[in-house]
């Protein structure tokens, strides 16, 4: 009873400890639950005008486009540098699909099943199946259709009108004579100029639509390269030298077995090529194509680009050809024409060229690949050519664990030893260290300036939240870096501290150019030429459909001073790109270049004004919705 009667003085505590427990239940339920959802943000690779790209499309895309890349270039495999260009290849197929199908959708643009049918019907005879049946390569047809509508459109809307092309005429040719006088801005140094911090800041407010930036970081770094040791060059050296006197001496049947031998820790590589004088390495042209030369010749133990290398000539002075035009056609098949294609000779497996050189222009052969048979129909080849065959022995020079440990330390301790920026340019320039600087990196900046394999340095730089941060020691390649990142840059534009140099530069050129044209006002070409310390120039036959004015540079406000004024009038000074002008035209006069002719004059300006329609899709980007996740996911 006691018990209850706690209870009962209690109860309005004991009910609020009660509803907290159960609302946090419930609560922590509903945010597991939701959390697909909180994840589901967090996974979109990128929205592009409302549209979501997921991981799984993004990567799907990227894989196919590799396969397609893979059989359209004859590789197995991509470098680095190639992988990149991939990945933005399908990132920009993606952006335009999404772009122009946003534009499509309003002003009623639409690419058909049927017109990408007939594209593959048209086209789709000479193309490999794995093409045909790709859905990435069916929506880049899709993409490039749609983007032809629109560019044609957009230039359909931007035509020159007969007022146009008469205008175009008379620019380039009525022409004008001058004499000239250019007084420098170079000739005022820059320090003797004041510009006020308020000025820059007007000037920067007034062009701060022109700073929008992507968020970006500004980083520098040392690099510790990754170096062989003297004794890992002198271990190398000893053993390609152990298999030297056999690899010179053993028949040239039997050079097959030194490959089998070599102990693969050495690192020693034995290849055998086909080589023609223009693809023959540099350094084994004149020993391989030397007049006389016989199997059996081998040179001398070089060191070249830290590489120890032998050659040995197992064939030569025999001649076939560098490519040849094969038809290719599945044996049985009476209805698929033949794939008909020119392949070099050196790109193709060694038992398809046994067969080719058996085979006389005009014969077939046939071979097996995956379970069917191949007919190969030689039906052409190139002038044949003089050909030798090397066996080759090398070893690079690489750093051994031992020298690579030793290299990562010194990078390391350098690391530990700095832990602000002050510190890390302090010790770097007390070490001879080179530091870098590395600016505007964007989340999807794949390498840092030329650094191999440095997408953990970006990705490191992204995750700070705090300037003036030393990193640990990245592997970037052959190269230990250790880096600092600078400057965080967040904002939608681009800080007055990040644009004040060009800021500054531009109000000290207006302050040059008011002090000239002050100087040279009322002056005669002579008078002007004395306070500028300068001769009086001479520029003939210059139009407004010049790019520049004389030697000089684009100096369009100097054109138009020449071309509109009096003849043998002076004019006031002119403001120009490269200093301030005093100009006399003294003469005018039309070139001869023809009669007006009003359809060729418009046909050159649509010419030119074909660049608006794919400007116009530069412009949809930078107008569009897009929030790109893309450095999240490399």
């Known amino acids: 009873m006691a018990t209850l009667q706690k209870i009962r003085n209690h109860g309005v505590v004991l009910l609020l400890i009660v509803g907290a427990a159960m609302l946090a239940f419930i609560l922590g339920d509903a945010i597991n639950s939701g959390s697909s959802f909180f994840n589901l943000k967090n996974r979109k690779v990128a929205v592009i005008e409302g549209n979501n790209i997921m991981p799984e499309e993004y990567q799907a895309m990227i894989d196919e486009t590799t396969k397609l890349m893979e059989i359209q270039y004859n590789q197995s495999s991509f470098d680095e540098e190639m992988t990149v260009q991939i990945r933005e290849q399908v990132w920009q197929q993606l952006l335009m699909e999404n772009l122009l199908n946003s534009q499509a959708d309003k002003i009623g643009l639409a690419v058909t099943d049927e017109e990408i049918d007939d594209f593959f019907a048209q086209n789709g005879q000479n193309m490999r199946p794995e093409f045909r049946e790709s859905n990435v390569f069916r929506r880049m047809i899709y993409v490039e259709n749609l983007q032809r509508k629109y560019t044609t459109l957009v230039q359909s809307l931007i035509r020159p009108n007969s007022l146009d092309a008469e205008f175009a005429y008379e620019a380039r040719t009525n022409f004008a004579n001058t004499q000239y006088v250019m007084a420098p801005y170079a000739a005022i140094a820059d320090s003797t100029v004041e510009v006020s911090e308020s000025d820059i800041k007007k000037l920067y407010d007034e062009r701060k639509h022109a700073f929008k930036q992507k968020a970006n970081r500004e980083i520098a770094y040392v690099i510790f390269a990754d170096d062989p040791s003297k004794t890992d060059f002198a271990d190398t050296e000893a053993a390609i030298k152990g298999v030297e006197e056999a690899f010179k001496t053993n028949g040239v049947d039997t050079l097959e077995h030194i490959k089998s031998s ?54 030569c002075n025999y ?13 049985g098949d009476t209805t698929t024409p033949a794939q ?14 046994d067969s080719i050189a058996k085979t006389p222009v005009g014969q077939f052969f046939v071979l097996q690949n995956q379970g069917q048979e191949v007919a190969y129909t030689v039906d052409s080849t190139t002038t044949p050519t003089r050909k030798v065959t090397l066996a080759v022995l090398r070893g690079e020079v690489l750093p051994s664990s031992k020298t690579h440990n030793a290299n990562y330390n010194i990078a390391k301790q350098f690391a530990v030893n700095n832990k602000t920026e002050e510190d890390f340019r302090a010790s770097a320039e007390k070490d001879g260290l080179t530091i ?28 700070q939240d705090k300037e003036g941060v030393v990193s640990d020691v990245f592997e970037c390649g052959n190269n ?22 060009q800021l500054r530069a531009e109000l000290i050129k207006r302050q040059k150019a008011a002090q000239l044209k002050e100087q040279l006002n009322g002056k005669s070409l002579a008078e002007a030429a ?8 001479n520029a003939d036959s210059v139009s407004l459909g010049d790019y520049m004015f004389a030697t000089v540079g684009v100096e369009p406000a100097v ?8 003849v043998n009038k002076v004019s006031a000074p002119v403001e120009g790109n490269q200093g301030v002008f005093v100009i006399k035209t003294t003469a005018k006069g039309k070139k001869a270049t023809g009669k007006f002719d009003a359809k060729q004059e418009m046909q050159t300006l649509l010419q030119r004004y074909s660049y608006a329609a794919y400007q ?12 790109d996740n893309r450095g999240n996911f490399q």
């Open 340 to 353: 008909v294609q020119w392949v070099r000779m050196d790109e193709m497996p060694q038992f398809i060229k």
């Open 559 to 566: 054109l138009g001073t020449a071309l509109a004024q009096e």
């Open 480 to 501: 230990f870096v250790v880096a600092v990142l600078v400057e965080i840059h967040d904002g939608e534009y681009a800080s007055l501290d990040q644009v004040e140099p």
């Open 436 to 463: 870098i600087p590395q600016p505007s990196l964007l989340a999807t900046t794949h390498n840092v300036g030329q650094l191999k394999q440095s997408r953990e340095v970006v990705r490191w730089a992204f995750q």
């Open 319 to 331: 001649f076939t050809p560098d490519s040849i035009r094969l038809s290719i056609k599945l044996v």
């Open 616 to 627: 116009a899709l530069n412009i949809l980007e930078q107008k569009a919705d897009i929030t």
């Open 530 to 537: 004395k306070i500028a310390n300068t001769q009086v120039a």
């Open 262 to 315: 070599i102990d693969p820790k050495t690192g020693l590589i034995y290849e055998e090529n086909e080589y023609t004088e223009a693809t023959v390495p540099a350094q084994y042209k004149e020993f391989a194509f030397a007049a006389g030369v016989q199997a059996g010749a081998s040179t001398d133990l070089a060191l070249v680009d830290g590489t120890y290398s032998l050659a040995r000539v197992t064939k």
